[in-house]
C-alpha cells in the first residue's frame, strides 16, 4: 500500500511538472491581438511624414527655381539668383522604420514614386536651359558673344519674380520665354533629335545640378528638427520584379521599428492603414503647427501574388504608409489607390505592398526576419 501511495504521488508530481511546462504554450500565445485604440497609442510615434527637397543651380553659381509657366505652352520657367533659398519641398508622402538585420542603422520604407517626386521637375529644369543655351547663341548676332547673350536672357527670365516690372518688361519677359520653348520644340526635342546629341551638347554647356534632400518628420510639433535621411535603395522601373519601393537610411535611432509580419494576410481581415494624408490638413486649420498621423481602419479586400488591395481610405501623401494588423505588424505598404473613368480617386480600391514583397525587395536586410 505504501508503494502504491508512493507511486501515485510520484506520477501526480510528473503530471504537475508537465502541465506547467504545456499550460504557457497553449494559455499565452505569441503577439496576441490589441485593441486599435492601444496600438494606434504606440503606433503614433512609429510613423513619419517625409518631404522631398530639391536644390538647383545652373552654370555652378546659379540658383534656380520655378517660376511660372510660359503663355504661349504653359511649359516651365525657371529664373535664377546668386541667393540660396534653401530646398524646395516638391514631394511628400508617409514613411515608417522597418526591423532589419542590421544593427548600427535604422531604415525606413516608404515609395519609389515618393522619392522621385522631384525627377520631373529636374528634366524639365534641364530641358529650359539646355534651350536657353541654344537660344542665346542663335540670337547673340553677327559675332556676337553667346555667353554674354545668354546673361542677358537669364536677366529677362529673372522678370519673372520681378515686383516692380514694367509693361514693356512683361511683354519682352513673355515673349523670350516663349521664343526659348520654341527652340527646344524646333531644335532639341525627341522628335527632331531622338539621339539627344543636340539636346545633350547645350544641357552640358548650361551645367544644371541638383541636390535632394529627404527629411522625415515625427509626430509632434513642427518646430523641431526633422531627420535628414540618405537614400539607401530604389526599385528600378525596368525591373519586373521590383516594386513601388524606396528604403531610406539614417543613424541609428531611438524610434522602435515596425515589424513585417510573416503570416501571409487573408481576405476580410481587419487593418488598419497609418499615414499623413493631405485631406486631413484642410480639415485641420492647425495642421501647420504639427505632425499627427491619420489612422483608417478597414479590411483586407482581396489578396494577390504582389499586391494587397484594402478598403481603408487611402488618398494622396497615404504612399509609404504602413498596413498593420492586429498585432500591430506590417502586412503591406501603400502603393496607389484606383482611379475612376473620369480620373476621380477611388478612395476605398487602395493597393499595398506586400510584406514578402517588400522581404524580395532588400533580402540583404531582411535575412532571418
Known amino acids: ?34 485593441s486599435w485604440e492601444k496600438l494606434d497609442k504606440r503606433l503614433k510615434s512609429q510613423v513619419l511624414q517625409i518631404n522631398v527637397g530639391l536644390k538647383m543651380k545652373v552654370k555652378d553659381s546659379l540658383w534656380v527655381q520655378l517660376a511660372d509657366l510660359s503663355p504661349k505652352h504653359k511649359f516651365p520657367v525657371f529664373s535664377s539668383s546668386v541667393q540660396d533659398k534653401g530646398f524646395r519641398v516638391v514631394g511628400f508622402g508617409t514613411c515608417f522604420p522597418v526591423k532589419t538585420a542590421s544593427k548600427d542603422k535604422t531604415y525606413f520604407l516608404t515609395n519609389k514614386h515618393v522619392v522621385d517626386t522631384a525627377d520631373q521637375l529636374i528634366k524639365e529644369c534641364q530641358l529650359f536651359y539646355a534651350a536657353m543655351k541654344l537660344y542665346a547663341e542663335q540670337t547673340a548676332g ?39 520653348w520654341d527652340t527646344y520644340e524646333k531644335n ?79 481576405e476580410g481581415q481587419e487593418i488598419q492603414v497609418i499615414g499623413y494624408p493631405m485631406a486631413s490638413d484642410q480639415i485641420d486649420a492647425d495642421s501647420n503647427k504639427y505632425y499627427a498621423p491619420t489612422f483608417s481602419t478597414g479590411r483586407v479586400s482581396r489578396v494577390a501574388p504582389r499586391i494587397l488591395q484594402v478598403d481603408a481610405p487611402i488618398t494622396t501623401g497615404n504612399s509609404g504608409g504602413p498596413v498593420v494588423n492586429q498585432r500591430g505588424k506590417v502586412v503591406g505598404v501603400v502603393a496607389r489607390r484606383a482611379m475612376s473613368t473620369s480620373g476621380t480617386e477611388l478612395t476605398n480600391f487602395g493597393a499595398a505592398i506586400t510584406a514578402q514583397r517588400v522581404k524580395d525587395f532588400a533580402p540583404e536586410l531582411f535575412s532571418g526576419n
Do not use: C
Not at 148 to 156: A, G, S
Not at 221 to 246: G, R
Open 188 to 266: 532639341l526635342s525627341t522628335k527632331v533629335d531622338p539621339k539627344r546629341t543636340a539636346f545633350n551638347k547645350y544641357l552640358s554647356q548650361a551645367l544644371v545640378s541638383y541636390e535632394l534632400g529627404y527629411f522625415m518628420h515625427p509626430a509632434g510639433p513642427a518646430n523641431q528638427p526633422p531627420m535628414v535621411a540618405k537614400l539607401y535603395k530604389n526599385a528600378k522601373p525596368e525591373n519586373e520584379q521590383d516594386q513601388d519601393l524606396a528604403i531610406l537610411t539614417v543613424d541609428k535611432t531611438p524610434l522602435v521599428p515596425l515589424e513585417l509580419e510573416s503570416t501571409p494576410p487573408s
Open 142 to 180: 553677327w559675332g556676337g558673344n553667346a555667353e554674354n547673350r545668354f546673361k542677358e536672357v537669364l536677366q529677362i527670365v529673372n522678370i519673372s519674380t520681378k515686383k516692380d516690372r514694367t509693361e514693356a518688361e512683361l511683354a519682352q519677359y513673355r515673349q523670350t520665354v516663349n521664343e526659348i
Open 1 to 34: 500500500m505504501k508503494a502504491q501511495k508512493s507511486a501515485f504521488f510520484r506520477n501526480l508530481a510528473l503530471a504537475a511538472i508537465l502541465s506547467s511546462l504545456l499550460l504557457p504554450q497553449v494559455l499565452m500565445p505569441v503577439a496576441a491581438a490589441e
